[in-house]
């Protein structure tokens, strides 16, 4: 597929396929959005919760840039919008996937207050456990975050034949589990800079209820696949010719 030219982004003036490719990829907040379709999201909405901290104006912008490049496509669905990537988009998989893990081994320094963000860590917990873990029926995990801005101090996350949802507000169920935690430990925990067990065990992480339950929460949660690529021994090395 060829990808074609999109918006007006600005041009390196450079025949190099690297300059062609990041004329249209390195564009402020891109690559996050790719990353936010091959995690999963198809819907306008929820592509808003992988990138809180981005106007719709903007974001409505790189969606079209994007689908004028042929990275991804639009269809309706109930009369909304529905995103996919296409082809090409697909191809940039294993390139988003490298520089997550090279971002998680080289890049990452000591997160600061404006860098945590209880919408995004849970709304990206959503959509990467595994609801295997757990037995099909209905199983509520509650999250507290004392530190989070009022508002998003308690989630709750729901497992329940094989799916995961999200709540915010009290959803009225059983809760099985409660997690309390501050927002930099949890963080750090998905990011794999800190083992779950370990926390729990210095007492930076409480966990009540259903202790056979609690037993599986480390293979539930996971953590951010992008951090445990970057946590691998060995990366692939890319040859170069000379």
Request: glycine share 8%; net charge positive.
């Amino acid at each position: 597929m060829d990808i074609k030219r999109g918006g007006r982004m600005k041009a390196y003036g450079q025949f190099c396929p690297l300059a062609q490719a990041t004329q249209l990829l390195c564009e402020r907040w891109t690559l996050l959005i790719v990353r936010e379709f091959i995690a999963g999201s198809t819907r306008y909405s929820e592509l808003q919760k992988g990138v809180p901290l981005m106007s719709p104006t903007l974001l409505s912008t790189r969606l079209k840039q994007l689908i004028d490049a042929g990275v991804i496509k639009v269809s309706k669905d109930k009369g909304k919008s529905q995103y996919e990537l296409t082809e090409a988009g697909l191809e940039l998989r294993p390139v988003v996937e490298l520089l997550g893990a090279w971002g998680h081994r080289w890049a990452q320094t000591k997160l600061n207050k404006e860098d945590l963000d209880a919408g995004l860590l849970m709304w990206d917990m959503r959509r990467s456990v595994d609801p295997s873990v757990f037995p099909e029926k209905r199983i509520v995990v509650q999250f507290e975050y004392p530190d989070a801005p009022k508002g998003a101090r308690d989630w709750w996350l729901i497992s329940e034949k094989g799916v995961i949802d999200l709540c915010l507000s009290d959803p009225g169920h059983e809760v099985n589990i409660i997690i309390k935690s501050s927002l930099a430990d949890m963080t750090a925990v998905w990011t794999c800079q800190r083992k779950f067990q370990d926390a729990v065990n210095q007492g930076d992480i409480e966990v009540m209820g259903d202790r056979k339950l609690a037993l599986n929460l480390q293979n539930w949660l996971q953590s951010s696949l992008l951090s445990r690529l970057g946590s691998v021994d060995q990366l692939p090395k890319l040859q170069w010719a000379v």
